[in-house]
């Protein structure tokens, strides 16, 4: 299979204020265009060349494994973000609403666990909200570098990019003003909703 760059689901300024055009188009272009890239060279004409990104998470290890995980963590948190005049505010009554009630209180106090686990994580890596099958619970962890809860058997519904490429040009190290602008302004929950009835 050739690894492809999915494109944007909306322009590169779609996300202003909040993340500039000159950052959404370096993060694409030249960061997760790398990886495909990177995954395409490694793998050229290796049995593994066949294989899924999920599979590729899963099972493999070392760069094949890096790369494999950053384009599908890229993915997903492209989808995970939307323009803030297309978003609901919160999760509307649904079953992720339900779901959110269940784990953590309310929807505010899920914001503060994404935030929590933001500023927690050492490093460059990730902040998830997903699905864990073997206890039917929502979960929000930080994982570092490229791991992803695919790994564990969990279902990932949204992410959110810590690596500094996500926010440095920006906000450069004031982390956590980018992670409260995305947890309040573009975190589409509409996209969450349908990851966890899919899951379900």
Known sequence: M???????????????????A????THYEK???????????????????????????????????????????????????CPAKDRSEKPKHGLLSVRIDGAFGSSEALSWRLAAAAEH?????????????SVERLEVAGLPDADNPLRSGDVPLLCIDI???AYYLDR???RDQYTD???????????AEQRLRAAL
């Not at 050229?44 to 998470?57: D, Y």
């Open 2 to 20: 050739d690894f492809v760059l999915k494109p944007l689901p909306y322009a590169y300024d779609a996300l202003e204020p909040h993340i500039s």
């Open 22 to 25: 000159q950052t959404i188009e």
């Open 31 to 81: 960061h997760h265009r790398g990886y495909v890239e990177k995954l395409e060279k490694m793998l050229a004409g290796e049995p593994l060349a066949g294989r899924s990104l999920e599979h590729l998470i899963r099972e493999a290890s070392g760069p094949v494994y890096d790369n494999a995980a950053q384009i599908w963590n890229h993915d997903l948190y492209w989808r995970s973000l």
């Open 121 to 133: 994580l050492f490093g460059s890596g990730y902040v998830w909200l997903f699905w864990r099958p």
């Open 163 to 165: 690596w500094e490429h």
């Open 172 to 174: 450069r190290n004031r």
């Open 181 to 191: 602008a995305v947890i309040r302004n573009l975190l589409d929950w509409d996209a």
